[in-house]
Nanobody, 122 residues
Framework: QVQLVESGGGLVQAGGSLRLSCAASGRTFSSYDMGWFRQAPGKEREFVAAVNWSGIETYYAQSVKGRFTISRDDAKNAVYLQMNSLRPEDAAVYYC???????????????WGQGTLVTVSS
């Protein structure tokens, strides 16, 4: 089982940028699609972005399209989320996970890590 550890969160002003990292220990996830999710206060966890096993195909939620970029480095067993032009509504705890696509939905396949907190001030 892959153990996932997110990092890179912090406090930024609206319009700023952050780069989140997802490091894996244990079994490699190089053969799996990977995704980022987030959960804001009082809200359910939602899908943010995904990248397929080869790193070529990407998918983004409409709310972050054009602002966020997901990438992966299988040599380092890591996944990244570059977040630009951050808005207050982007504030949430961000999680990474192995994912599987079913129609328009993305399902997490592994246990959740602790996530990393992103706070955006106005």
């Amino acid at each position: 089982q892959v153990q996932l550890v997110e990092s890179g969160g912090g406090l930024v002003q609206a319009g700023g940028s952050l780069r989140l990292s997802c490091a894996a220990s244990g079994r490699t996830f190089s053969s799996y699609d990977m995704g980022w999710f987030r959960q804001a206060p009082g809200k359910e966890r939602e899908f943010v972005a995904a990248v397929n096993w080869s790193g070529i195909e990407t998918y983004y939620a409409q709310s972050v399209k054009g602002r966020f970029t997901i990438s992966r480095d299988d040599a380092k067993n890591a996944v990244y989320l570059q977040m630009n032009s951050l808005r207050p509504e982007d504030a949430a705890v961000y999680y990474c996970n192995k994912v599987s696509r079913a129609g328009s939905n993305w399902a997490a396949l592994n246990a959740w890590g602790q996530g990393t907190l992103v706070t955006v001030s106005s």
